[in-house]
């Protein structure tokens, strides 16, 4: 077609299109493949314990693994005389030849150095066989990645040699997401596929099933015990009769990493996610690209939605069928209208369950290093919202019991009635020097804090303003984070008098 003729709009939409097939995928180090190895023969060269762990390996797929070794370490002859099948391996106390390499599919070599690799590698190639010598990647074709075994399901990850410890820090992290029944679900997919294949149809149907075969092999469940669940699943997608459901979220404070495994296995499973304002954009990196994603957030003093729509938009979801994740700051259940929300999807029938999230005052305890409960100073705690539906404090607060100098009391949203809780508060017979706590933005990088005493309150809220909602921490417990303010201050002061001097 004659470019030429083209609109621009059209040009430039052709363009991006070509520009994005082209950058579909990034470049690659190595190419991630997978070799099946069972009832193949594999050579295994040289005696010591990274052969023996190499051998071990390969034996694992179901391999027949040939072993060549003049002298073979211990650890190399237990693993063999204990292999379930013995004759998994085959033992030749000799040096490698090149007849070794004879109807072998890949072979892996311990060198003593490079000279012996080089040869190896040379001898690899002349058969035609893909070589790796341990430790030595100049004489690779091929290398081995850190392994996370829930096979069928396998996961393999490289670092092209740059950084192993990296590779072994991913795959720490890889193994703490995948439950080890993840194995025992992936061969019951593999005996299922063909009667789901042949129940339900290619496109929707099929994506549905599996989506939730695959949430229910990370909810915990035990594979054999769900197998009549499962096909009962099949068959209600199958005569058009499944509904949808919701999972209500706690995001945490904002670190993605404070984020618990359930909740991130909810985000990956998610067809709509409802957030809120408070929400970080390091949460929702983690959940399901394919996920559409609404802002449903509410602020104090800001034009928000009402928990009116956000209930109706969740029945109306889960009724079409989707899996609905109602993404919360904190935990979903202090201060998160979660009561209302279940009340109003059990009225539905719509199957609701819940995911905690760490709550801000406890994230602020952790941050400051203060045990909310010291058994000095405090033996219990009280949560109490700062505002009411008016956004102003609540009038059912029984100040006389939150005046009670051995518990520790946090105020949440309380920043617009700091105030009037410190006046309340000393009117009830609290010292006016308690120390108090306030801090905004908990566990994100536009943290703030401050401290001092009660009757200071109000100018702690002053200089934290009202961007975001803040917490206020009442109690002898916050003592120490006081006098290490007061530290940094006189700190400060005095390296301002020396540097003045100076100058002077």
């Not at 594999?42 to 005696?47: E, N, P, R």
């Not at 990647?137 to 740059?162: E, K, M």
């Not at 059912?396 to 410190?422: K, N, Q």
Request: net charge neutral; hydrophobic share 45%; with cysteine.
């Amino acid at each position: 077609m004659d470019v030429s003729l083209l609109q621009p709009n059209e040009v430039s939409t052709r363009a991006r299109s070509r520009d994005k097939a082209h950058a579909r995928v990034a470049p690659l180090a190595v190419l991630p493949v997978f070799f099946k190895l069972e009832g193949r023969r594999v050579l295994v060269a040289g005696g010591g314990e990274a052969a023996a762990w190499k051998a071990q390996l390969i034996a694992a797929t179901g391999a027949h693994v040939l072993v060549v070794a003049d002298v073979p370490c211990d650890l190399l002859l237990d693993i063999i005389a204990n292999a379930p099948d013995h004759e998994s391996y085959e033992l030749i106390r000799r040096s490698w030849m090149g007849e070794d390499f004879k109807s072998v599919e890949i072979a892996i070599c311990e060198a003593e150095d490079d000279n012996e690799a080089a040869e190896f590698h040379r001898a690899g190639k002349a058969s035609g066989v893909p070589v790796n010598v341990i430790d030595n990647p100049p004489f690779c074709d091929f290398r081995f990645g850190s392994i996370v075994n829930r096979s069928p399901a396998v996961v393999s990850i490289s670092t092209d040699g740059a950084a192993p410890v990296l590779g072994q820090a991913i795959r720490r992290r890889i193994e703490a997401l995948l439950p080890q029944s993840l194995a025992r679900w992936a061969g019951l997919a593999q005996t299922m596929r063909g009667v789901i294949c042949e129940r339900l149809k290619p496109g929707p149907e099929r994506r549905l099933f599996w989506e939730r075969f695959v949430d229910r092999a990370f909810s915990g469940d035990v594979p054999d015990a769900a197998s009549s669940q499962i096909l009962g699943d099949c068959n209600r997608i199958a005569s058009g009769m499944h509904g949808g459901r919701v999972t209500l979220v706690g995001a945490g404070p904002g670190d993605a990493e404070l984020l618990t495994l359930k909740a991130v296995r909810a985000l990956q499973a998610a067809d709509v996610i409802l957030f809120d304002d408070l929400v970080s954009a390091d949460v929702l990196e983690l959940a399901r690209r394919e996920a559409r994603r609404m802002l449903v957030g509410k602020r104090g003093g800001r034009e928000s939605c009402r928990q009116e729509d956000i209930n109706e938009m969740m029945v109306k979801l889960a009724k079409a069928g989707k899996h609905v994740v109602r993404l919360k700051g904190g935990d979903p259940m202090i201060f998160g209208r979660a009561g209302e929300e279940i009340a109003r999807l059990d009225a539905e029938n719509i199957p609701v369950s819940v995911v905690p999230g760490i709550t801000s005052a406890l994230a602020m305890a952790s941050t400051l290093g203060v045990s909310l409960t010291h058994r000095d100073h405090a033996q219990s705690v009280r949560f109490i919202t700062g505002h009411s539906r008016k956004g102003v404090l609540p009038s059912d607060v029984d100040w006389s019991a939150v005046a009670d100098l051995r518990t520790t009391t946090i105020f949440y949203m309380g920043g617009r009635t700091a105030a009037e809780i410190s006046k309340r508060l000393i009117e009830e017979g609290l010292p006016a020097d308690l120390p108090v706590v306030m801090m905004s933005g908990i566990a994100r990088p536009d943290e703030r804090r401050w401290s001092g005493k009660l009757s200071a309150l109000s100018y702690g809220a002053a200089e934290l303003g009202l961007d975001n909602p803040v917490l206020i921490g009442i109690g002898s417990v916050f003592a120490s984070v006081s006098r290490s303010a007061s530290r940094c201050t006189e700190l400060s002061s005095g390296l301002c008098s020396i540097y003045l001097g100076a100058r002077s």
